[in-house]
């Protein structure tokens, strides 16, 4: 069974307008969730995170909500820019010690000029 | 180096041979994880290593599967008697001892195929 779920394979925006990426998890016990942003041909690489006693947390362009009770989490990025096309993948991370994360099926972002 | 480091970048093996993937973490990063990433699928949980000892192991999907660590730095995963069904990226992640697991800092991966 698949702890955390992105139920969009894909999302397209207009440059300059807002990206929204969603993601839904089950476990709860997790107690700090991610973002990774990944190219092609690279590893992901972390973006913003946030912590289950908060309900957002902004950087830069980039902000995260956190609804706990909804068991959902989603991310902001506002403006949107084609640099921004990637695939970005929810995570969340297990209190069990060794703290891995369980990733989602990532959202394949396409930010078009 | 400046990040995680990972050799080959592709290998390309047949059904029954033995592989190794190595990892070489950023320094003074004592948390080390393996991940596999299939086609169309998130990175999936292998196993992690605090120092030079594998502390969970739990997503090893089978015996063929095996990691080491002996000096506390770089990593070698091991593969044993290949199969199709292990073709896939792997990842090497490494993150500092003050949160492991949080913001690790992954590798570009090692694309492993089995014909």
């Known amino acids: 069974d698949q702890q955390v779920k992105q139920n969009s394979p894909s999302l397209s925006v207009q440059e300059g307008r807002i990206s929204i990426l969603n993601c839904d998890y089950t476990?709860?016990?997790?107690?700090?969730f991610l973002w990774y942003k990944k190219y092609p041909a690279e590893g992901p690489t972390f973006l913003i995170s946030i912590s289950s006693i908060k309900d957002k947390n902004e950087d830069g362009r980039f902000t995260v909500f956190l609804n706990k009770s909804a068991k959902h989490l989603s991310l902001h990025i506002v403006p949107s820019q084609p640099g921004d096309s990637a695939v970005y993948f929810c995570a969340a991370s297990v209190k069990s010690g060794s703290e891995k994360l369980v990733f989602g099926k990532g959202t394949k972002l396409t930010v078009n000029p | 180096g400046a990040g995680v480091s990972q050799t080959p970048s592709n290998k390309v093996t047949e059904k029954g041979k033995y592989v190794e993937l190595r990892c070489d973490p950023i320094s003074g990063h004592t948390a080390l994880y393996w991940y596999r990433q299939s086609l169309g699928q998130g990175p999936e949980f292998l196993i992690y290593f605090q120092g030079t000892g594998a502390a969970d192991d739990s997503g090893l999907p089978n015996d063929r599967f095996f990691a080491v660590r002996p000096e506390g730095s770089v990593s070698t995963l091991k593969i044993q008697r290949t199969e199709r069904g292990d073709s896939a990226v792997y990842l090497c992640?490494?993150?500092?001892?003050?949160?492991?697991?949080?913001?690790?800092?992954f590798g570009q991966g090692t694309r492993l195929t089995v014909v």
């Open positions: 992640a490494s993150s500092p001892q003050r949160r492991p697991g949080t913001e690790a800092f």
């Open positions: 476990n709860s016990m997790f107690d700090y």
